[in-house]
Nanobody, 125 residues
Framework: QVQLVESGGGLVQAGGSLRLSCAAS????????MGWFRQAPGKEREFAAV???????NYANSVKGRFTFTRDNAKNTVYLQMNSLKPEDTAVYYC???????????????????WGQGTQVTVSS
């Protein structure tokens, strides 16, 4: 069993930055594929970024070049650095995990087994 706890959300002006954290317990993140998904008001949850256990990352086109996924093995924590934030980035951001795979593409929501509670990110214009 894996438990995930997100933090780092908040209110920021357009063009600003935030760093989300996802602390994992129960298994080492080195053996997990980790994902970030987000859900805007009135919309379905969508993929944002993924870190495959073997070190490969992938991003949604909407965040590519602005968001960066990193991992701290010692802290068993992954991070999503979000720069140049836009009002359309406003959403609840969820951390997700599953046992590591050899994948490299864009995963779906149903591909992940473990989920955090979410953290709110609000970007004002």
């Amino acid at each position: 069993q894996v438990q995930l706890v997100e933090s780092g959300g908040g209110l920021v002006q357009a063009g600003g930055s935030l760093r989300l954290s996802c602390a994992a317990s129960g298994r080492s993140v080195t053996w997990l594929d980790m994902g970030w998904f987000r859900q805007a008001p009135g919309k379905e949850r969508e993929f944002a970024a993924v870190w495959y256990s073997r070190g490969f990352t992938n991003y949604a086109n909407s965040v590519k070049g602005r968001f960066t996924f990193t991992r701290d093995n010692a802290k068993n924590t992954v991070y999503l650095q979000m720069n140049s934030l836009k009002p359309e980035d406003t959403a609840v951001y969820y951390c997700a995990a599953r046992s590591g795979t050899t994948g490299s593409g864009i995963p779906g929501e149903s591909d992940f087994v473990y989920w955090g509670q979410g953290t709110q990110v609000t970007v004002s214009s």
